[in-house]
Each structure stands twice: as C-alpha cells, then as structure tokens.
C-alpha cells in the first residue's frame, strides 16, 4: 500500500499539472476566423500573419493589459470573459472594432496598409481592441473618448502606434479628445503616478466621475491638461 507521503506527492504532481493545462490560456481560449480568403488582405494575413500567431498576440495582449491593469492576480477584479474570438472581415469603412468579446480587423486596411509590417499592423490593432474586451467603462458613463484613449495608451505603452492616425505628444484640443491625443495624455499623468491608468480603470468598474483624477492626482483633470499642454509646448 503506498505510504502517504507518496500519496501527497502524486497529489502534488497532479494539481501542478493542471495548474499548467489552465496557465497556457489563462482561462481564456482565442480563436481566429479569416472571412476574406481570396481577397488582397485575406492573402496576406494567411501567408503573414497567420492564426497561430494571431492567438499568440491576443495572449500576449490579455496578459498585458492585466497587468497594466494590476489585475494579473485578481480574478476578481478583471471581467469574466472566457472566450475570444477575433475576424478578419472585408469591410466598407474603418479599420477595426470591437463587439462584447469580438474582434473584427479589415482585410481592406492590410491589404492596401505598407506604412509597417502585417504582424505589427494586426498585433497594433490587437492590442487596442482587447482593450476594449478587458477595460471597464463606469456602467457605460465613461466618454467615449477616454475609452479609446485608454485603448491607445495600452497600444502606446505595448511599443505600437496607430498607423492610420498619428499623434505627438501634446497635441489636442481636449483631454478628453480620444485614441492618440487622449493616450497622449494619460501617459503623462501615468508619469506623474506610476499605475494611474489601472488604478482610474478599477475606478470606473462601477461608475464614472472626473473626480477619479483628483481622487488619483490630486488635481483637477482640466490643470492637469493644461499642465501637460505647457510641457510639451513648442
């Protein structure tokens, strides 16, 4: 009869086990469906790109935005969300979105794109929309703008830029403009507070107030606009 210390040992070995079965997605399975075989895009994201690849930078964008979050330790704290699924699609307009835990890229916008390479072209556009599956957004009163402005400083902090719209630091007319101007932004007040951006993330689960960046910052959102329009002044 085996002894119990063997007994524990097997346990052991078998709980680590499936610790690494579920580690490998991290409770998230990806899938990927290329709708525009045939086409310019579709061709070059299956000789590019690939959905090997495609699975691989969706992970590795969830896992990135977990911890920008500060939220790689806390199931609690993140959206329970199982299931991923990302489309190549040929569209009229735009270059992509994001519905619930859709992601929807356009065969149009990488085959006609040669400003970068088709993997970085995906995996830039990866980044911001998994945003947009991960991030909270104050019971739907958060303004649209700091929604694709958090998107964009995950983009941004990640080593991508937009292709299709560009952004120095401090250009803008409000802080609240959105995608490059916004990001622009809250990587400055990310300076000012390392975290800020996860830490006014876990803010908005709930709610949504511009007294989330006093609270953080200790100024009031439009000083701090002003102060970051004034550093980057030319």
């Not at 104050?138 to 303004?143: D, E, F, L, M, N």
């Not at 409000?174 to 300076?191: E, I, K, P, S």
């Amino acid at each position: 009869m085996p002894s119990n210390k063997y007994c524990f040992l097997l346990f052991v070995i078998a709980l680590s086990a499936v610790h690494v079965i579920h580690g490998k997605v991290h409770g998230v399975r990806y899938t990927v469906t290329n709708n525009a075989s045939g086409s310019a895009g579709g061709s070059i994201f299956d000789s590019h790109v690939g959905a090997p690849y495609t699975k691989q930078a969706m992970s590795r964008a969830t896992r990135f935005i977990w911890k920008t979050f500060r939220q790689q330790n806390d199931a609690t704290q993140r959206k329970h969300v199982t299931k991923i699924d990302f489309f190549l699609d040929i569209m009229e307009d735009g270059i992509a979105y994001s519905i619930d835990n859709d992601i929807h890229l356009s065969a149009t916008y990488l085959g006609t794109t040669t400003s970068a390479p088709p993997r970085v072209l995906v995996a830039s556009e990866i980044y911001h929309e998994m945003t947009h599956v991960w991030q909270w957004n104050g019971g739907g009163a958060t303004p649209l703008g700091l929604i694709e402005g958090i998107a964009d400083f995950i983009r941004m902090k990640a080593g991508y830029e937009s292709t299709s719209s560009p952004v120095r630091l401090g250009e803008g007319d409000r802080w609240d403009q959105g995608y490059g101007v916004t990001a622009g932004f809250l990587g400055y007040c990310d300076g000012l507070k390392r975290g800020f951006v996860g830490k006014l993330n876990k803010k908005m689960r709930f709610g949504y107030s511009e007294t989330y960046f006093r609270d953080l910052l200790g100024k009031d959102v439009d000083s701090l606009w002003s102060e970051y329009k004034a550093k980057y002044k030319s």
